[in-house]
């Protein structure tokens, strides 16, 4: 897992399986965001830039993803 891993802030995203079984978490960063999954952990995490991510939180709200 990269060194940056260990100063993010992960959260359970609210787009997350209300069961748990679907879990993702974001956290927050100096370009945009970072995603990973709560059950693979160790297999690291995503990093979007800001324009990105906003595009894609759009694009969950209206149902296009």
């Not at 990269?2 to 993702?24: I, M, N, W």
């Not at 945009?32 to 800001?50: K, W």
Request: aromatic share 8%; charged share 25%; glycine share 8%.
């Amino acid at each position: 897992m990269p060194a940056e891993t260990t100063h993010l802030r992960f959260r359970k995203s609210s787009y997350s399986s209300a069961k748990g079984q679907d879990c993702v978490e974001v956290a927050d960063t100096t370009a945009g965001a970072a995603v990973r999954d709560t059950q693979n952990r160790h297999l690291g995490h995503i990093e979007f830039g800001g324009t990105e991510w906003r595009a894609f939180i759009q694009a969950m709200k209206n149902n296009e993803v």
